[in-house]
């Protein structure tokens, strides 16, 4: 009966990670989105829990920020990021997830 309780949450979690969506975004420039700074080129962006993963396409390499995710009422119609220039940098606020209703805060809570 373990074995097969076991493999039913093994099966559940299989499917969670694998409806887990990704979105794709394109930085023109140095970027710092919530604690890390990633530079200029395409990423591709998954909510695991209370952490954005941003994953260089071009080298795979990962990395991982707090973030505050908000539902609103509608879906987005596509992926948007808003920042802000500080300095020399841009700071992002926010990123809309296109055909979603999720919008990724990012900064202090």
Same mark, same amino acid.
């Given at each position: 009966? $373990?074995?097969?309780?076991?493999?039913?949450?093994?099966?559940?979690?299989?499917?969670?990670?694998?409806?887990?969506? /990704?979105?794709? !975004?394109?930085?023109?420039?140095? =970027?710092?989105?919530?604690?890390?700074?990633? $530079?200029?080129?395409?990423? /591709?962006?998954?909510? #695991? &829990? @209370?952490?954005? +993963?941003? @994953?260089?396409?071009? =080298?795979?390499?990962? %990395?991982?920020?707090?973030?505050? +995710?908000?539902? &609103?009422? $509608?879906? %987005?119609?596509? #992926?948007?990021?808003?920042? @802000?220039? *500080?300095?020399?940098?841009? +700071? +992002?606020? *926010? !990123? *809309?997830?296109?055909?979603?209703?999720?919008?990724? *805060? %990012? &900064?202090? %809570?």
């Amino acid at each position: 009966m $373990k074995k097969l309780f076991t493999v039913g949450i093994l099966a559940v979690c299989s499917l969670v990670i694998a409806n887990a969506k /990704t979105y794709e !975004i394109t930085l023109s420039s140095v =970027t710092k989105v919530g604690s890390v700074q990633l $530079k200029a080129g395409q990423y /591709t962006v998954k909510v #695991t &829990g @209370t952490n954005a +993963v941003f @994953t260089q396409e071009e =080298t795979a390499k990962s %990395f991982t920020t707090p973030v505050k +995710v908000e539902n &609103g009422d $509608k879906k %987005f119609e596509s #992926t948007q990021v808003n920042a @802000t220039k *500080e300095g020399s940098t841009d +700071v +992002v606020k *926010e !990123i *809309e997830l296109g055909g979603s209703k999720m919008k990724l *805060e %990012f &900064g202090e %809570f």
